[in-house]
């Protein structure tokens, strides 16, 4: 066995590791210890999944038993949020342990003919933090923070292994022209003539294959599928044919693109046209179900090597669910009892399920209201593997380990929560205790909203009017909360 394996580290829950606006930086402060092997961590992220997508968070139109399973066997936030409304920004947050105010990408910013801008060289990220470790990294699924052979892309980004779309755009489709492994192209010759090879099987075979060859090495495995988001196309399975029959018809999806005949099939693929789907609602259940098979298939590799009990499985989403390809969340419900979709700051568009399993080190069947974000992952993982994380690497978030170990005594909270989203006319919300402050069309100077999500989680009473204290506490906290960027330039330093 690899040495590293059976090393025992002392697993520091910190009281406070915040720098930036939102804290004073303090060092690490020790509140508990717990002597455990250096554990392999998977982080499995879903693609536009809502809330309310999961029969664990309340889906009742289908169901997701290897995910309810997960959740049974750990524990379930209730107040988790991701890093943006959007891929690449949210992803950012996630991979840096930093909030869209701080973020080196700060939105969806194209490079043609593939890939997006491309997040610094330099740098601290989750991956480079935990191969310095001595782990062995691996990513599978989509990247979207840098284009192929860019200082932004995986491998360069400490992925020891990529595997899947390097370009978001490109993971418009299931049935692309190639894929990349390792920055080389992996071409799909079959699905030029139509869909033939469904990449979401070849990146799931290629994931579990990561863990069959590392299995004697503490390994972190990063899942990030591209379902279910658009396009709404799957095999024309049994699975596919069952919701059709379940479901009542919806609005059949068509594009334009797809029967523009001055459009080759290539053209479209790097347009990132979306395909035509007559049952948009069965598909979309279909990848759901395909989304949960995958999750128990990972959580059966783990078994089938012994390493279930120093194996963290983290489940989480990108952001709120999407509208795109004929997608329906207003159907299934998937924005659960929030208001908003991917693109908003309101709940629906950025709260988001967690899940976190460790068997006999996180109690099962454990539910946190603790208010969480993505930023707070990577300090999270620090703690377990025993990193200081020092002020210069300015993170924004806290660990969250203390509520994984149930000792929320010494749990240290956010003074706040910060987004920005730099679309639609410039938006930007925070989270202060239970109060949600929200600003949509910077461009157009509309008035800052509040709100009380102990009592109004759906964001449906505006008590700005009554509480001008809030209001004005809002606002400094979102002319502070922030860096410039000369990439991402935002609508309100023109305010």
Request: charged share 25%; glycine share 8%.
């Amino acid at each position: 066995m690899n040495l590293l394996r059976n090393k025992t580290l002392k697993v520091i829950t910190v009281l406070a590791v915040v720098f930036g606006v939102s804290s004073c930086a303090t060092p690490h402060k020790k509140s508990v210890e717990k002597e455990i092997k250096q554990p392999n961590i998977i982080y499995i992220l879903a693609d536009d999944a809502g809330w309310g997508d999961f029969s664990c968070y309340g889906q009742e139109k289908f169901s997701t038993p290897n995910i309810d399973a997960l959740a049974e066997s750990g524990i379930r936030f209730t107040d988790h949020y991701a890093g943006s409304s959007v891929c690449a920004p949210s992803r950012s947050a996630l991979l840096t342990g930093q909030h869209t105010g701080h973020t080196p990408i700060r939105g969806n910013k194209e490079v043609l003919p593939e890939g997006q801008v491309p997040i610094p060289g330099d740098t601290y990220s989750l991956p480079k933090m935990l191969k310095n470790e001595g782990y062995v990294t691996g990513m599978f699924g989509k990247w979207g923070l840098g284009y192929p052979q860019s200082e932004g892309a995986p491998n360069a980004q400490g992925f020891d292994e990529f595997y899947g779309y390097n370009c978001q755009r490109l993971a418009h489709t299931y049935y692309p022209l190639y894929l990349r492994h390792n920055g080389t192209k992996v071409p799909l010759s079959a699905n030029a003539d139509g869909h033939m090879t469904y990449t979401h099987d070849m990146i799931h075979e290629q994931a579990l294959s990561f863990i069959d060859q590392n299995k004697e090495k503490p390994f972190f495995l990063y899942l990030p599928y591209t379902i279910p988001h658009a396009e709404m196309v799957v095999p024309q399975d049994s699975i596919f044919q069952k919701f059709k029959e379940k479901y009542p018809q919806g609005k059949p999806f068509v594009s334009k693109a797809n029967h523009d005949p001055s459009l080759s099939h290539e053209d479209r693929f790097y347009k990132g046209v979306y395909g035509d789907q007559e049952y948009p609602r069965a598909a979309f259940a279909t990848m759901m179900h395909y989304l949960d098979n995958a999750v128990g298939d990972v959580m059966q590799k783990v078994k089938e090597h012994g390493l279930e009990e120093n194996t963290i499985i983290i489940f989480s989403s990108d952001n709120g669910p999407h509208k795109e390809g004929g997608a329906d969340p207003y159907y299934f419900n998937s924005f659960g009892p929030f208001k908003g979709v991917k693109r908003d700051l309101y709940e629906g568009g950025i709260r988001v399920p967690m899940i976190v399993s460790w068997p006999k080190t996180i109690a099962e069947k454990t539910v946190s209201d603790h208010p969480s974000a993505f930023w707070d992952v990577l300090p999270t993982v620090a703690d377990i593997v025993g990193v200081e994380i020092t002020a210069d690497k300015k993170i924004d978030g806290i660990s969250f380990l203390p509520t994984l170990l149930g000792e929320t005594k010494n749990q240290k909270e956010h003074d706040y929560l910060y987004w920005e989203f730099h679309e639609k006319g410039g938006r930007r919300a925070v989270r202060m205790g239970d109060w949600k402050a929200v600003q949509y069309n910077l461009k157009k100077k509309k008035k800052i909203e509040i709100y009380d999500l102990s009592k109004d989680p759906s964001e449906s009473n505006n008590l700005a009017k009554q509480h001008p204290e809030l209001v004005k506490k809002a606002q400094k906290i979102f002319d502070e909360a922030r860096t410039s960027s000369k990439e991402f330039p935002f609508q309100a330093e023109n305010i």
